[in-house]
């Protein structure tokens, strides 16, 4: 199984990239990890927020193989402590079953057609971060269930 987080536009808040990276590189000892960021749309000025959501849900939707599991990472999703996460994808990896693809959306949130593809929605909480800040904590967060599965020194309960 492998896991990949795709993300609409850059990360481009220096602080935010170097945690990102951080957690995407002890990432890579436990699980195949990959991190695909599509560039922000351009010239949208014209455009309604549901124009924007379409237009990025055809550019993640390209990304995304018949066979993966799509997670959103939405307000409105699941919300899970650690080691339920923990939980969750230690259950994945023992069905050895599909690819997993977390999905962070730009700034007005997923349309229509990415609900509809997605099998399952989690939160980060019901506070509202950043679209770029929630990529680090969600980086972290997958990095934090790993040490939990592996029972590793990182978490504390």
Not at 47 to 75: N, S
Not at 85 to 105: N, P, S, T, Y
Request: glycine fraction near 8%.
């Amino acid at each position: 199984m492998k896991i990949s987080l795709i993300t609409v536009g850059k990360t481009d808040v220096k602080w935010v990239r170097e945690g990102l990276d951080l957690y995407v590189s002890r990432l890579s000892h436990y699980v195949p990890f990959t991190l695909d960021e599509i560039p922000e749309l351009k010239n949208v000025s014209s455009l309604t927020q549901d124009q924007i959501k379409e237009k990025e849900g055809e550019l993640v939707l390209k990304r995304i193989k018949d066979a993966d599991e799509v997670i959103l990472l939405d307000e409105r999703g699941k919300e899970l402590r650690s080691v339920e996460l923990a939980a969750f994808l230690e259950d994945k990896l023992a069905r050895g079953g599909r690819d997993l693809v977390f999905v962070i959306g730009g700034a007005y949130g997923f349309s229509g057609r990415m609900y509809d593809r997605a099998d399952a929605k989690l939160s980060l909480s019901r506070m509202t971060f950043s679209h770029q800040m929630v990529r680090t904590i969600f980086a972290e967060q997958l990095y934090r269930a790993f040490t939990i599965i592996k029972g590793e020194p990182y978490h504390h309960e």
